[in-house]
């Protein structure tokens, strides 16, 4: 099984020595930066081609202020470490494995998990959609569940803002040539070049500076 594996470091070499190594996987499409008082991490999204990426998590060193200029050193070992900077992760399919590799049926169980929650996303984004058809209540993790499973939803794509044409102050997208409401010309060249307006010569323009007016 070809993975991605990354290696996150030790500050202090000899504490490696001293526990063992735990190894976090990821079935998920998504990229994670993690923060801790003692470290920063990052859980690399899979790769199309990989059935998980792998992180090696090593023990390091932290220490409790106890004031007075006192500290308290203590070691954090791997597993801690693993179980720690995944513990809001499970339901997107990350997990520490067993031993220094995931098996098949961890991945399995991981993949199961993601999907179960993935189609508890998109129920929910269902019943949101069909009470007010509303943008604001879909969140980027209820797109990402539609794209992931391949589902087709009106609420998994995001609307296009909107500008008001400046002739009618209807709301049109922007870059368009023409107005769909009262045709006013919005982009001229675009609509030469397309044959738009021609039966209509109403073209928004700012108005000549006073010196170029007729007294």
């Known amino acids: 099984m070809t993975t ?16 063992k190594t735990a190894t976090v996987a990821s ?36 220490a409790i202020d106890l004031g007075d200029n006192h ?21 997107h399919g990350v997990f520490v494995c067993a031993g220094e590799l995931p098996s098949e049926e961890e991945l399995s169980r991981a993949r199961a998990r993601r999907d179960s929650w993935y189609k508890q996303l998109i129920a929910e984004a269902d019943e949101m959609w069909a009470r007010g058809h509303s943008y604001r209540e879909i969140s980027d993790m209820h797109r990402r569940a539609a794209m992931a499973t391949g589902l087709e ?18 709301k049109v997208k922007p870059g368009v040539a023409l ?31 006073l010196s170029s007016q007729s007294k």
């Open 27 to 62: 079935v998920s499409d998504q990229d994670w930066h993690i923060s801790r008082t003692y470290g920063m991490f990052h859980i690399p999204a899979r790769k199309k081609d990989e059935p998980c990426a792998l992180v090696v998590v090593t023990p390091r060193g932290d």
């Open 179 to 209: 107005c769909k409401h009262c045709n006013a010309i919005l982009d001229a060249d675009r609509a030469a070049q397309f044959g738009l307006g021609k039966s209509h010569e109403t073209v928004v323009s700012r108005p000549a500076p």
């Open 71 to 91: 500290r308290f050193p203590f070691t954090i070992s791997a597993r801690d470490i693993a179980e720690d900077i995944i513990q809001e992760l499970g339901n």
């Open 153 to 170: 939803r009106e609420w998994a794509y995001v609307p296009q803002r909107q500008m008001d044409c400046p002739a009618c102050g209807e």
């Open 4 to 19: 991605l594996t990354r290696d996150i470091h030790t500050q202090d070499p000899d504490i490696a020595t001293r526990d």
